[in-house]
């Protein structure tokens, strides 16, 4: 399969990378590195490089930012940067892909953790995720085509245990090989609307 | 209690005035009619009925407008339209309500069904949901002075039966009062971070 990993040198992106390459053909897509560059946040450049890779078999995306910060004291605009910066970008990827996804192809967001088993600060990331897992359900029953859609859904990696450290408390730390799975699941699988969790 | 309800003429809104009046001061808020007006679109507007009306026990929203259609042939502006139309105007009421909030008051905001029984053409409809589902799941857990907050989801009510007919098959119909029923377990109960399934 070609498969565009957005996202590929992230912690998360990481994974999928690991668990895919060897059996696929891999396009690695970041913002200013791997095998073509784009600007998940643009439209424009997401156009611009489905144009410029054609057609693939699987899109997975392990992408995003969001404002930690206690509700209570959140701006509105603070709140939105988990929409422009983690939900918009995946689902753009979605909804500009069709034209050039494979009959029986698939798309693989990435959400996370904190819907599910919140922790304080944690209410716009909750907030995207709970879109991104929503988004999937609800797309899946539309796709044309065989095409599939899912979203992965990890606890904190074991690779962001010191970055993170005090912010999950009581949380499980899984591995690269666990996360990487997960996405295995989506592309090579046969599940679809589903929220694969990772923990 | 006193209780602003926000979309109070709305089909949804219109079950919480009927369940919470009576018992409580109710203060019904709409686009076009009720005892205060709001663009529930426009923040500077939620700050002016903030500061017209002054404490209150709780907040109530039913709002939200969504493009339905099929994800293969849907653009980001109208996926978008289910963030700006449902998902921040409910948020937006959150955050700019703290400074009016009492001690150990409520934040109810009205999510549905399409995240988690997906119909066709809603794939906007579910990310909306989901974001607003994720949102009180994360927040609830940074509340200050014992303020909850809570997300009804009802499956379709019996009123809109004859609106929506085609669009939901197989869906239940729930009736006013149990889906009044479920604002009052947000608004008198004493739950927090939960989704209050109506179905």
Do not use: W
């Amino acid at each position: 399969m070609k498969i565009i990993v957005v996202g590929a040198t992230g912690t998360v992106g990481k994974t999928a990378v690991e668990a895919l390459s060897g059996r696929h053909d891999i396009i690695r897509v970041g913002r200013s590195s791997g095998d073509v560059k784009m600007n998940i946040e643009d439209t424009a450049s997401i156009r611009a490089m489905y144009q410029q890779i054609g057609k693939v078999d699987a899109v997975v995306s392990a992408v995003g930012h969001v404002h930690f910060g206690p509700v209570h004291e959140m701006t509105g605009e603070q709140f939105m940067q988990g929409i422009t910066g983690k939900l918009m970008p995946q689902v753009n990827l979605v909804l500009e892909g069709f034209a050039y996804m494979n009959d029986g192809g698939s798309f693989t967001v990435t959400s996370g953790v904190t819907n599910r088993d919140p922790i304080r600060g944690g209410s716009a990331a909750a907030a995207a995720n709970g879109a991104l897992d929503g988004f999937v359900a609800g797309a899946a029953v539309d796709m044309p085509r065989g095409i599939r859609i899912n979203a992965v859904s990890p606890e904190v990696l074991e690779a962001s245990r010191e970055a993170f450290d005090g912010y999950f408390p009581g949380h499980h730390h899984v591995s690269n090989e666990a996360v990487g799975l997960a996405y295995c699941k989506a592309v090579e699988g046969c599940l679809s609307g589903q929220v694969i969790i990772v923990e």
